[in-house]
């Protein structure tokens, strides 16, 4: 198949399967990537041995889990065998340091991804890994295999959390490490700089001219040494003075131009250092170090918050892709997860690539895309399905999967990020109708055989859940006696909008790929920017 770059497009399926089928070499300007990774888990047991006898299990999101079994025994012996020869060899020291285990299997998944996302980037690309210190210093290795130890930029230390709830007998693990690599040496790079600090301000920034501009002098000495930038200077004061050993900042012009604006400082003795007088309004601030801790976690009533755990804040993206790449590059994210890296791009004007392996983060993605940037956010998604044998091929090959695609049709997010426990509600819609209320829409998938006590059950879950309006999306046709049965449902009366709903709906998948969409006051729809906060008010025991 043609490789061809589309813009902006979201694609579900495997990643390693994703960009070698999808991405050409050397399309993409920067990639991002958070792999999933169960750091929660007991320490000594992803170094535990495995007997490799474990089915082979499809990785997915929330999941956050990778097992030494017979699909990570094939990936180890295929990157081993097949792969770059200094991947090869560091696959095969792990293997020897570590044994067959959790964390080998980790690695050997990582391994032909990492080495995909190296041939898509182009010379001036960079690529940022976001991990924690489970895994962080095996990743680096497996990094400067793949990038080449001399394409190490930074390891960046974020501050992710101010809670030391794990310190028992440890420091408290608070910070995630994002390891930065580069292509080559001519990497694309954008100075980032923090604004000062007040006490900052008031530390250097001491001396406030007559109409009221403050600022600090500056010393004019080279820090290395150039003699090309070694000479006297006459300033316009008639004073000669003489350079440092290193030499001047400056060039002659550049010297004589900042003299004409009145930026030097004259010393009081012709033997004194010349300083320049640099204001406090034209400084850009102090330069970013790799210790970031002005970005703070999502707040548990932040208004990005969308309830995925692995969510990252949107500002931090933000400062990646504004510093590692330019309008209109191409940014890659190849475990799009809730799409942060994927909004961020779109808001800085760049072009993106969103891949997950799951239907449930391709929905919350769109609806996030949506709700953030309206009709302007125009992408492409790949994967889907686009025709009824489609879906039902889908629900044969995965049940979780096809519940989390039908929602997205209808602009439901799904309630739970782990399989089970649903506790009869796949999905919700949140709609505000009256002033200050927020009110709700409760869905159910089904994808096998249908009967009327599925309604009757659904009925039972709306009132539990104070829902105003029910609806049952499925694959095969409701029969007479279920649509009898929601008929007598009744209907939801809207106080805002003047009118009536069927309170208990039933739609096919068949309908929603039609076009057709569920009946309920859709214009005010909140569903993903209230979604927290309903469920916020739920887990009070406050009815919505």
């Not at 403050?214 to 316009?236: E, K, M």
């Not at 239907?359 to 769109?366: G, R, S």
């Not at 002033?435 to 709700?440: F, I, L, R, W």
Request: charged share 25%; with cysteine; net charge neutral.
């Amino acid at each position: 198949m043609a490789k061809l770059m589309p813009d902006n497009t979201l694609y579900f399926g495997d990643n390693l399967d994703i960009l070698v089928r999808y991405v050409p070499s050397e399309s993409v300007d920067l990639v991002y990537l958070d792999p999933p990774f169960n750091s929660n888990q007991d320490y000594n047991v992803l170094f535990a041995e495995q007997d490799g006898s474990r089915a082979a299990a499809q990785i997915k999101a929330f999941g956050d889990t990778w097992r030494w079994d017979q699909s990570a025994a094939s990936a180890f012996h295929e990157m081993v065998q097949g792969g770059p020869e200094r991947v090869s060899q560091a696959m095969q020291a792990f293997r020897l340091m570590l044994g067959e285990n959790d964390m080998l299997a980790y690695l050997s998944m990582m391994a032909p991804r990492l080495v995909e996302l190296h041939r898509v980037l182009k010379p001036t690309g960079s690529l940022y890994l976001h991990c924690d210190p489970t895994a962080s210093h095996y990743l680096k290795v497996l990094l400067d295999a793949v990038f080449e130890p001399t394409n190490f930029r930074n390891e960046i230390t974020w501050k992710r959390t101010f809670a030391h709830g794990n310190a028992g007998r440890n420091y408290g693990a608070v910070a995630d490490a994002i390891l930065w690599y580069s292509k080559t040496d001519s990497y694309q790079w954008h100075h980032v700089f923090l604004p000062l600090s007040q006490e900052y301000v008031q530390k250097f920034y001491r001396f406030i001219d007559k109409d009221g501009r403050r600022h600090r002098s500056v010393t004019l000495r080279n820090p290395g040494v150039r003699p090309n930038l070694h000479y006297p200077y006459t300033a316009l004061n008639g004073v000669t003075y003489q350079p440092h050993p290193n030499g001047w900042t400056w060039t002659p012009e550049r010297m004589r131009k900042a003299d004409e604006d009145g930026r030097l400082i004259y010393p009081k003795t012709a033997t004194g250092a010349l300083m320049y007088k640099q204001y406090l309004d034209s400084s850009p601030g102090v330069r970013l170090s790799n210790i970031w801790a002005d970005i703070p976690p999502i707040g548990a009533k932040a208004s990005e918050r969308l309830g995925y755990p692995t969510q990252k804040p949107v500002a931090l993206l933000e400062r990646i892709i504004n510093a590692s790449s330019n309008e209109g590059d191409v940014v890659l994210d190849p475990f799009a997860g809730c799409g942060t890296a994927v909004t961020a791009a779109h808001k800085l004007n760049r072009r993106w690539i969103g891949i997950d392996v799951t239907h449930l983060a391709i929905t919350l993605i769109k609806h996030r895309l949506h709700d953030t940037f309206g009709d302007s956010a125009t992408y492409k998604v790949v994967g889907e399905p686009v025709s009824l044998p489609d879906a039902e091929a889908l629900f044969r090959q995965d049940a979780y999967q096809f519940q989390w695609w039908a929602l997205g049709p209808v602009g439901a997010r799904p309630v739970e990020q782990k399989r089970g426990a649903d506790k009869g509600v796949d999905g919700r819609i949140y709609f505000d109708d009256e002033a200050s209320k927020t009110k709700q829409l409760v869905l159910q998938v089904k994808g096998g055989t249908l009967n009327s006590s599925q309604v009757r059950d659904l009925r039972g879950v709306m009132e539990r859940e104070g829902a105003a309006i029910g609806a049952l999306i499925s694959l095969q046709e409701p029969t007479k006696a279920m649509r009898k049965e929601a008929a007598s449902a009744g209907m939801y009366d809207s106080p805002f909008w003047a009118r009536s709903y069927p309170r208990l709906q039933l739609v096919t998948v068949g309908e929603l790929l039609a076009g057709n969409r569920l009946d309920y006051p859709e214009g005010a729809s909140v569903t993903f920017r209230r979604a927290a906060r309903a469920r916020e008010h739920a887990a009070q025991g406050k009815l919505l």
